[in-house]
Each structure stands twice: as C-alpha cells, then as structure tokens.
C-alpha cells in the first residue's frame, strides 16, 4: 500500500557530496516520520536520520552530524539526505524508510513501518 523508491545514489570520492531522494505513495505523505538507515556489508541496519511530520524536527546520528542533512517536500511527497564531506566509512547501502505520526521515537530501526528498496551508496579513498 506504501511504497518508497530511493534514487540518487551512486559512487563518489572522498570528500564528495551526493542527495539520494526518496518518493513517497499510497498514503498521505505529510503523516508520516521519514528515516534514512544504512547497512554497511557485515554490519547491522544503522540509524542515519529522521524528520518528523509535526514539527519537522530532525535527529542525526553522530557519525553524521555537520555533514548530512534530511529534509523533506510535502508537496512532492519526497523526503531527501544530502551528504557532504562524504567518507570512506559512509559506503552502505541506503534505505528509506515511514513510520506512522505518534511515537516520539525516531532513531530505533523497529519503529517503522516501510521500508524501500534502497540505493548504494560508494565513497572512495
């Protein structure tokens, strides 16, 4: 019934920068929370961002913090990360993902409910 379609990854060197997007169907968009989470090859599912739909406050990882920032468009039912200074260390694949207005919970991977596809992302040394 949800679907969410990643795009805009890609690989880059060192220090690049890259937006992947995130298009939205099937409900209605401005309530939902939307999430970006990572998996790097023999690691777990990893919390990257979020905004909510309320107050379009944002969360961050750490590991990301000052250099990606998630926004979305109500409008265009899409919700994007913008990476910059990227590192080796960010090379995952990238996976958008909705959960339903109503926990104050953003950053546990349980606590969404749709998930794309998601898209490679590849930083170079």
């Known amino acids: 019934q949800v679907q969410l379609v990643e795009s805009g990854g890609g690989l880059v060197q060192a220090g690049g920068s890259l937006r992947l997007s995130c298009a939205f169907s099937?409900?209605?968009?401005?309530?939902?929370?939307m999430g970006w989470f990572r998996q790097a090859p023999g690691k777990e599912r990893e919390f990257v961002a979020a905004i909510s739909w309320t107050t379009l406050s944002t969360y961050y990882a750490d590991s990301v913090k000052g250099r990606f920032t998630i926004s979305r468009n109500n409008a265009r039912n899409t919700v994007y990360l913008q990476m910059n200074s990227l590192k080796p260390e960010d090379t995952a694949v990238y996976y958008c993902s909705a959960k339903a207005g109503g926990s104050r919970r953003y950053t546990e991977l349980n606590e969404y409910d749709y998930w794309g596809q998601g898209t490679h992302v590849t930083v170079s040394s």
């Open positions: 099937g409900r209605t968009f401005s309530r939902y929370d």
